[in-house]
């Protein structure tokens, strides 16, 4: 049972990596749109590359969006409006008139009644046809010919808008009426006495004519005609425009309408799984292969899965919301983010593999696949050294001038012709490029989420200005000046090789702080007055040397430095000896213990520790160097790396021959620089 268990133990990474790559797998396909995927792909313009395409089942056609648009629109400028006619104020003008031409035509009062009476009569008959129809209270821009309904109480009738009298109208037909009738003398009478009786009664009923519009544009059908099935829709070769095209639309919607049934709902969850984890798998192989210290560190798996999945729930939630939108996702951010942790080759890969993830729920899967890959390489070619503002921002100012381009190329290619672009869409690949920018805030986001370190972070440690390498200067000055010689010599080797050349440049700044607890037992601080390492045996001497290693670490912890720094104090130098302490004890005592006087480890585990090593040790050695010449600094160079292999201090670091042999070279040159040496002529 115990070694069940040990054997269980051995193998929780693997585990692990088991359960995060099945929770992805379920969590991404969770997120996918219900519905399944057309099994044809076809593009406006382009021939059917497929053979001759039959109807699998009855299915409606689909209007275009711009059919519905047009039929809506003929819908509102045909709609007959509703006008409300208000009864209260043509009864109380037609109640309220023989009082006011009593008071108004007074000349009529004196008058013998039968001309009073025919008088009144004249300003009856104009009031009545005045209000036969109404008076509006505005004017409104309708033609004078339209159709209308004119409301009075509970019933309806149908005039046109011409009939209702305007206040200029009004005028009109009150000034001619008066001036072709023998009542012309007395005008400004009746004038008077209309413009105090009548009022405005006729308004336009906004809430009866809107519900009235809504009801017709429910009514408008989405379809027009229908497909049988077995009927022929396409034959192989013909041209995708036209009717075709909408059909083709449409039997693609009603095919993916209809496939996500209760009775296919499992079969098609299981072939979203397997779509998915193939991808996901392909992207392990890969790390696994390619990049075996990402692999085995569960917490950078996990990182890079974390990103896939967070840019598929944004994704999945603007095609859920606005499809339309769906390039407003800054998804370059991904190899942005995953370059700057890790390198270019691991970034474009991972982006491809979300691409084609994404590729099952976006609109235009082509389209979008095609744009986001071509972004994608483009992100990952221009950006170089991201933890410079400039560089990023012209980047982003690329990526969005290849999106603009690509999609104006696809708009040609499908409508065959730049007239009508969709410039909506371009404003969204800018706003896509403004949203790229927040990867520096989510670097560093990650950084303290994840535990890693980016360029930007390593670029803020190189600063020599810093707090604890201030320290470092004051309290061991030589350390200092050794620890920046090292920089330099193991950055310039780590360029030549490709690796990772500002990571090793912080390490080697910080490999040594743990020497400011006791600068003066290390020979770069002592001064002339003496060396303490006099009145101590070797045992007690070796232990101070060797400590500094674990006091080194211990410092890094305490102000907080990344764990991939750290890694360079505890390898430094792997499991070597502090030969000259153990020589001197071996004079006196045969019976020695070597452990006594062995660095604790680890050994080097990566290239960059691995040259850090190989740089400390040529550079602390060089000092010794009393008549240096090319050729002696070239076999010294070769003693102490050959050294290091012989006691297997590079296995585990994956650093090969040739690399080191290259490694070799630059150092030969930097310390040839350094002591300003000439070629040695022969005699």
């Given at each position: 049972?115990?070694?069940?268990?040990?054997?269980?133990y051995k193998r929780q990474s693997?585990?692990?990596?088991?359960?995060?790559?099945?929770c992805t797998t379920a969590l991404i396909v969770y997120l996918f749109p219900k519905g399944g995927i057309f099994k044809y792909e076809f593009t406006k313009g382009k021939p059917w590359q497929y053979e001759n395409l039959y109807a699998p089942f009855d299915f409606a056609i689909a209007k275009t969006e711009e059919e519905i648009e047009t039929e809506k629109n003929r819908i509102t400028d045909n709609i007959i409006p509703y006008f409300q006619y208000d009864t209260v104020i043509s009864t109380t003008a037609k109640e309220s008139y023989d009082t006011a031409f009593a008071n108004y035509l007074k000349e009529f009062n004196q008058a013998r009644s039968r001309d009073r009476e025919q008088a009144k009569l004249f300003g009856r008959i104009l009031l009545n046809d005045i209000y036969r129809y109404g008076v509006l209270q505005e004017t409104y821009s309708y033609d004078s010919k339209r159709q209308i309904f004119l409301n009075k109480g509970n019933e309806a009738e149908a005039i046109t808008y011409g009939q209702?009298?305007?206040?200029?109208?009004?005028?009109?037909?009150?000034?001619?009426?008066?001036?072709?009738?023998?009542?012309?003398?007395?005008?400004?009478?009746?004038?008077?006495?209309?413009?105090?009786?009548?009022?405005?009664?006729?308004?336009?009923?906004?809430?009866?004519?809107?519900?009235?519009?809504?009801?017709?544009?429910?009514?408008?059908?989405?379809?027009?005609?229908?497909?049988?099935?077995?009927?022929?829709?396409?034959?192989?070769?013909?041209?995708?425009?036209?009717d075709e095209l909408q059909i083709l639309n449409s039997l693609k919607a009603e095919y993916e309408s209809q496939v996500w049934s209760d009775k296919n709902f499992y079969w098609i969850v299981l072939g979203y799984c397997l779509l998915v984890s193939l991808a996901l798998m392909m992207l392990l192989l890969f790390i696994r292969k390619y990049r075996k210290d990402i692999y085995e560190s569960n917490t950078q798996v996990t990182f890079i899965f974390f990103n896939i999945l967070f840019m598929v729930l944004i994704t999945t939630l603007v095609v859920k919301y606005r499809s339309s939108y769906i390039y407003v996702v800054p998804l370059c951010i991904l190899p942005l983010v995953l370059k700057a942790f890790f390198d270019s080759r691991l970034g474009l890969f991972t982006h491809v593999v979300t691409v084609l993830i994404l590729g099952f729920v976006v609109p235009n899967s082509y389209e979008y696949t095609f744009l986001q890959i071509i972004a994608g390489i483009v992100t990952i070619l221009t950006i170089s050294e991201s933890f410079k503002r400039a560089n990023l921002f012209i980047s982003v100012g690329q990526i969005t001038v290849i999106y603009i381009i690509a999609y104006i190329a696809f708009h040609i290619i499908h409508e065959g012709s730049i007239s009508n672009?969709?410039?909506?869409?371009?404003?969204?690949?800018?706003?896509?490029?403004?949203a790229t920018l927040i990867v520096h805030p989510l670097i560093y986001a990650y950084e303290k989420l994840f535990g890693l370190i980016s360029d930007v972070s390593l670029l803020e440690l190189s600063d020599t200005?810093?707090?604890?390498?201030?320290?470092?200067?004051?309290?061991?000055?030589?350390?200092?000046?050794?620890?920046?010689?090292?920089?330099?010599?193991?950055?310039?080797?780590?360029?030549?090789?490709?690796?990772?050349?500002?990571?090793?440049?912080?390490?080697?700044?910080?490999?040594?702080?743990?020497k400011m607890i006791n600068p003066t037992y290390f020979t770069e601080n002592q001064s002339a007055s003496g060396n303490p390492h006099d009145v101590l045996s070797p045992k007690e001497s070796a232990k101070i040397i060797i400590n500094h290693v674990i006091r080194g670490v211990e410092i890094a912890k305490k102000n907080k430095l990344p764990d991939r720094v750290i890694d360079f104090i505890r390898t430094h130098h792997g499991t070597s000896?502090?030969?000259?302490?153990?020589?001197?004890?071996?004079?006196?005592?045969?019976?020695?213990?070597?452990?006594?006087?062995?660095?604790?480890?680890?050994?080097?585990?990566?290239?960059?520790?691995?040259?850090?090593?190989?740089?400390?040790?040529?550079?602390?050695?060089?000092?010794?160097?009393?008549?240096?010449?090319?050729?002696?600094?070239?076999?010294?160079?070769?003693?102490?790396?050959?050294?290091?292999?012989?006691?297997?201090?590079?296995?585990?670091?994956?650093?090969?021959f040739k690399e080191i042999q290259q490694i070799k070279k630059v150092f030969k040159r930097k310390l040839t620089n350094i002591y300003h040496l000439r070629i040695e002529y022969p005699e």
């Open positions: 049972m115990k070694r069940f268990l040990n054997k269980l693997s585990f692990y990596k088991i359960f995060l790559f099945i209702i009298l305007t206040s200029n109208q009004l005028t009109n037909l009150i000034n001619t009426r008066i001036d072709k009738s023998e009542y012309a003398p007395s005008k400004s009478d009746f004038v008077a006495l209309f413009y105090d009786l009548i009022k405005p009664n006729v308004e336009l009923n906004e809430n009866l004519t809107e519900s009235t519009l809504q009801a017709e544009l429910a009514k408008v059908l989405t379809t027009r005609g229908g497909v049988s099935r077995g009927s022929r829709i396409i034959a192989k070769g013909e041209v995708v425009e036209g672009i969709d410039w909506t869409t371009v404003v969204l690949f800018v706003i896509s490029g403004f200005n810093s707090v604890l390498l201030k320290e470092l200067s004051n309290k061991a000055p030589g350390t200092f000046h050794h620890s920046l010689n090292v920089a330099n010599i193991a950055e310039a080797a780590a360029n030549e090789i490709g690796a990772n050349g500002m990571l090793v440049r912080v390490g080697a700044l910080y490999h040594d702080i743990g000896t502090v030969y000259y302490f153990y020589t001197k004890e071996k004079e006196n005592n045969e019976n020695v213990n070597i452990e006594d006087f062995q660095y604790p480890g680890p050994m080097p585990f990566s290239k960059e520790t691995a040259i850090l090593m190989m740089s400390d040790s040529v550079e602390a050695a060089s000092k010794s160097l009393k008549n240096p010449t090319s050729s002696l600094i070239d076999s010294f160079v070769e003693k102490i790396v050959n050294n290091q292999m012989e006691n297997d201090q590079f296995l585990n670091s994956n650093i090969t």
